[in-house]
């Protein structure tokens, strides 16, 4: 198995070949997230152009009849929210993916990220100050034309076998529904994908299992914490990633070296359009925190 990482804009896909990855997990930047990516874009149109272009990307490095999902949920940045689930769906559709599904991503109650909006009610208990606390994303599943389902009886035997879909925890664990119940990661002081907004490792796990055969390349071009890559490594799939960030270098290493993930197996490259961001957000998330307290004392 392989592993991929390129560090560079992926507008730019390059590296790859047209139809040569047979599946794409990732999570676009949640455009300007208050606790992750405060003033990444210089407003809500150059996201999507952003998107548009990598959306644009994706659909030519995908295999014909293979899946793109992406974790997203629509994102409140200075008391508007934005409509990202809609606007990404909008896009990929623009750009020729069949809408395939959408999965809900439930993180257990109580562990909310940024602020209990519900205790507005609870303070002025009357109508009109209803602001809930959001516990779910999106996972939205698209598709490049239709699978050719003749394919999987040309596979090997022993990877057909190998790639086969866990039946048990599918039934156990209720993969086969609409909503899925996985704990996000904790946002812990010092923990390795501090200020990233890395999914859980569930996330790309069931979608490596649901969606790709042993042996494929699963891209993501959004790589942050590198979690898609150690995922398709523990599942025995060669992976691509593309960061923008330098700056996260020693995480994804750092990651994917915990995963077992052997050196010659691993392969690093810098593109010159790669940026400087991770000190420079955080500066800026330090920033605002200090407003917050401010503001509540
Ligand atoms: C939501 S995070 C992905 C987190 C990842 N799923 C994980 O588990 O760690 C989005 C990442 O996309 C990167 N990014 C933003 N714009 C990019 C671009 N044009 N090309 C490549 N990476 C980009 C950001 O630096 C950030 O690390």
Redesign the pocket.
């Known amino acids: 198995m392989h592993h991929r990482i390129i560090f ?4 730019d896909m390059v590296e790859l070949a047209q139809s040569s990855v047979h599946l794409v997990v ?5 455009y300007n997230a208050p606790f ?2 405060p003033g ?1 874009f210089s407003d809500y149109n150059q996201f999507l152009s ?1 998107f548009k ?2 959306a644009k990307e994706i659909y030519r490095v995908l295999a014909p009849g293979r899946i793109a999902a992406l ?1 997203t949920d629509d994102m409140l940045v200075n008391g508007r929210r934005y409509p990202l689930v809609s606007d990404i769906t909008h896009t990929m559709l623009g750009e020729g993916f069949r809408y395939r599904d959408k999965i809900i991503w439930v993180k257990p109650k109580g562990y909310t990220r940024i602020s209990r909006r519900s205790g507005v009610a609870i303070q002025h208990p009357y109508p009109m100050y209803f602001y809930p606390d959001n516990i779910q994303e999106s996972i939205l599943i698209f598709q490049k034309g239709k699978f050719d389902y003749a394919n999987i009886d040309l596979l090997q035997e022993k990877d057909r076998e190998a790639s086969k879909i866990p039946i048990e925890e599918y039934n156990a664990k209720d993969w086969y529904i609409t909503v899925w119940n996985i704990t996000n ?1 904790l946002p812990v002081k010092g923990r390795i ?1 501090e200020g ?5 490792d569930e996330i ?1 796990r069931r979608l490596i299992r649901l969606f790709s055969f042993m042996g494929e390349t699963v891209l ?9 890559a150690k995922v398709a490594k523990e599942l025995r799939r060669n992976s691509v990633g ?4 330098l700056e ?1 270098e020693k995480v994804i290493q750092r990651k994917l070296k915990n995963a077992g993930i052997k050196t010659d197996r691993l392969e690093f490259s810098k593109r010159t359009d790669g ?1 400087h ?2 000190t420079k957000l955080q500066k800026m998330i330090n920033a605002q925190r200090t407003v917050t307290r401010k503001n509540k004392s």
């Open positions: 560079g804009d992926s507008r990732t999570s676009p930047p949640y992750d990516y990444l952003m272009d990598v974790v990661v994908e990233v907004a890395a999914y859980p790309p993501d071009p959004f790589l942050g914490s590198g979690t898609t593309y960061e923008l960030d996260l940026k961001l991770r």
